[in-house]
């Protein structure tokens, strides 16, 4: 069996454990977060990261294993709570209907799975363009909406892309092997620190599109603690 992947995921761990075990008031954003975007990470794995981006070995020898689960899930937690980490800000609720904010965000994410299905399945677009575009379009609808969500949503990316470099490295350290896992025929072969570009993209767009979900559809804005 393979532990590349798993030790890249326990990795991730430790800085999704400082996270939850020192902001309790964002326990619950991280949970629910994180268990929506690892069942998202399941069935993009599944049906269309593997086929033509990146086919990661899991313990289990199957295309999707518990590795895939528990990144998304680690990973969606610390997207929505290192921004607030960091600057030392908590969520208030803003004075407005709850069905507005609901509305708001289902068209979001309407938005995101119709954009993902039409050019990943019915353009035969590569599921890399298809996943930032997915993602992208519809974290413009949020700024439409909810200006004061772009910092947020911008530094958020940003800090999650800085906290993947140090993880592909030391992974590559110990196995470099392991960037055979991605397939290289299909990719554009930029690989700053040895790291596939699409994936610091990726990790950049994900954090941007994410990190505002949970105050968008909650009606919450951030003040300083």
Sequence with gaps: ??????????MSFLVWLILYMHRKDLRPEMIFMG??????????EAFVWTKDWWQPK???GTVVGIEDALLGFLVGGIIVSIYEEVFKDRLVHIRSKKEHHLKHFLIVIVLSIVIGNYTFFHLNMHSYYASILSMSIPTLAIYFYRRD????????????TFISIPIYCIIFFFNPNFINIWLHQNISGIMPLGIPIEDLVW?????????PL?????????EKL
């Design 58 to 60: 899991t313990i289990t």
């Design 35 to 44: 268990t929506l975007v690892s069942l998202c990470a399941l069935i993009l």
């Design 203 to 211: 990790f950049f767009v994900t954090g941007v599109f994410i990190s």
């Design 1 to 10: 069996m393979d532990f590349t992947y798993l030790s890249g995921v326990l």
């Design 214 to 222: 949970y105050e968008f559809w909650k009606g919450y804005r951030l």
């Design 149 to 160: 969500l772009i910092i947020l949503s911008l530094a958020t990316g940003a800090m999650t």
